[in-house]
Structures are given as C-alpha cells and as structure tokens.
C-alpha cells in the first residue's frame, strides 16, 4: 500500500506531499504538533492529544486549521489510507505561508499536516530489559509546556544520547534537578514505593502517556508525589522510568553509565507498564 498525506487540504502520494518553502514552521519552527498512537485500529487517548493540540494553538495565537469533527475525519481517513493498524499519526499546524518576516503575518492561514506510519510498538525487549539515559543540561526555552515544532535542543540530546549507547537524555535545569527527557517524561520510584514526577510547567511537555500513568496510579492506590527530582536522587532510587506516546513505559536501569538499583527493570514500573498496556489497548 503506497503511503498517502493530508496537507493543507489534500490527501497526496506521501513522495509528493510538500509544503511551501515560505511556511512559517519551516523557517521559523513558527507550529505545532501531535503524535497519537494506533493500536489495533483505534487511537489511543485522541480526546487529550487534540485537547494539548488546542491548548499549544492557543498558546501561540494560531487558529485552529479546522474544528475538532472535521479534522477527527482526516486523522482516520489517513490512517485507514495508510493500512496502519499499529503505529502512530503525526499531526502538525503552521501559522502558515507568507513573506518572512518575524511578526505575525496579517492573512496567512494555518497549514494543517496530517501523516501516518506503522511504527510501534517499540521492541519488546527494551521494556524487558530496561534502557540507559544520560543526563544533559537543558538547554531549551522557558515554554516546554507548549508542543513546538521547533526541537533542535532536543535533535542535539537525542543524538547525544545515541552517542552514548543510550535510549534518552535527560534534561538537568540550574537547580540540578531533572526536567524531562528530549521527548519522554522522567519518573522515578523511591524507597518508599512512592513514584514522583516533576509537576507540570512551564518547563515541561503535559505527557498524554504522563496523564494516562497517573490515572492508574491513582486507580491502584500507590503512592504519587508530584515534585521535582535531582540527579543524585535518581541514581540512588530504587527505580526509575519513562513514558511517551512513542516509548510507552520503558524501565531505566542505567543513568550516566552506573546502574539503577541491581540494574533490572523494578517490580512498579513493570506493574505500571502492564497496565498501560491494557489501558492503551482499551482506550480510544
Ligand atoms: N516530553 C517531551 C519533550 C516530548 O517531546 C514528549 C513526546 N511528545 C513527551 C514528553 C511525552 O509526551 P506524550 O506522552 O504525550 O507522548
């Protein structure tokens, strides 16, 4: 089956799909984006990615491309183009084409992409096994909370971290404490079975995967503390973890090269990890 795109209100062959060399999200990073995953045919929480798309749209004065129906249409109408049973969609708006120049152009109207591709899920012996992350300083802008397509920090600390046989980098703000990672968000476990997370801010991405992971945590009782965590409390912790709508849950049992705990995936983020699984198989 040849892959097909929706851009700016066409469905093309994917080779052809193109925009234009004065789209403000080429020349300026100046959109937005979401990634959903398929999995056995349906999409796994669309109602909080669109809710996220709304929100970063806002935050950045661009209009919604078109309303919530419609484009609910498009998104299936590409994966069922593209056979994807499994894997995910990508969704990005632009502000749109016009001449370059900083501010905001005065008629551009918002490009809207729409793409998708079998891609998941990731293989299953990371989340066997476990992955390494390093950790870097976070070098990125004061509004992580917004899902900008402009993402050269996080380009340079996913390929640091590749360099480094690693998985992820984590990203270390001035106080020395973990923000998240390029494109997963950071939780640990500590001693007392109590899993923390940094709050959500300003300096972080509101993780779908995060939001679907504290629902159970909240379902099943444990423990939950939403707070900042420093390196240092990360290496020593019992157990640590990610999550992304790429990644899913994938235990960390390496950070900067030293083990975490006796190096093996813990006993809650297995827990978690399953039941992920079951709410991402469930949940449309
Ligand atoms: N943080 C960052 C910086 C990200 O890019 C992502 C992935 N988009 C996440 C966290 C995880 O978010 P989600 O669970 O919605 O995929």
């Not at 984006?33 to 996220?52: C, K």
């Not at 990005?92 to 120049?101: C, I, K, L, S």
């Not at 600390?157 to 480094?164: L, V, Y």
């Not at 300096?203 to 159970?216: C, Q, S």
Request: aromatic share 6%; charged share 25%; proline share 5%.
């Amino acid at each position: 089956m040849s892959r097909v795109a929706y851009v700016a209100g066409q469905y093309l062959p994917h080779r052809q799909a193109a925009v234009h060399i004065e789209d403000r999200g080429y020349q300026f990073g100046d959109g937005v984006y979401e990634v959903i995953a398929v999995t056995g045919g349906h999409l796994v929480d669309e109602g909080r990615h669109l809710a996220r798309l709304h929100r970063s749209l806002t935050e950045l004065r661009i209009n919604q491309p078109m309303s919530d129906s419609a484009l609910k249409i498009v998104i299936r109408e590409v994966v069922r183009r593209n056979g994807v049973d499994t894997g995910i969609v990508y969704l990005q708006v632009t502000r749109g084409v016009a001449p370059r120049d900083h501010a905001f152009p005065k008629a551009a109207k918002p490009v809207l992409v729409v793409t998708s591709r079998r891609s998941r899920p990731p293989d299953p012996r990371l989340g066997r096994e476990g992955i390494a992350v390093i950790t870097i300083p976070d070098i990125r802008w004061q509004r992580c909370d917004i899902k900008s397509i402009a993402l050269v920090a996080a380009v340079l600390g996913k390929q640091q971290a590749r360099e480094a046989s690693a998985y992820e980098a984590w990203q270390v703000d001035r106080e020395g404490q973990v923000t998240e990672g390029t494109s997963t968000n950071a939780w640990i476990v500590t001693a007392d079975n109590t899993v923390v997370t940094r709050a959500t801010d300003h300096a972080i991405l509101n993780g779908v995967t995060r939001a679907a992971i504290l629902d159970i945590i909240h379902r099943e009782g444990y423990r939950l503390d939403e707070r900042p965590f420093t390196v240092a409390e990360a290496k020593a912790a019992p157990e640590a973890f990610l999550t992304s709508t790429t990644a899913d849950l994938l235990p960390i049992v390496r950070i900067d090269g030293a083990p975490v705990a006796d190096g093996k995936p813990g006993p809650l983020s297995r827990k978690l990890r399953d039941a992920y699984f079951r709410h991402a198989a469930a949940a449309a």
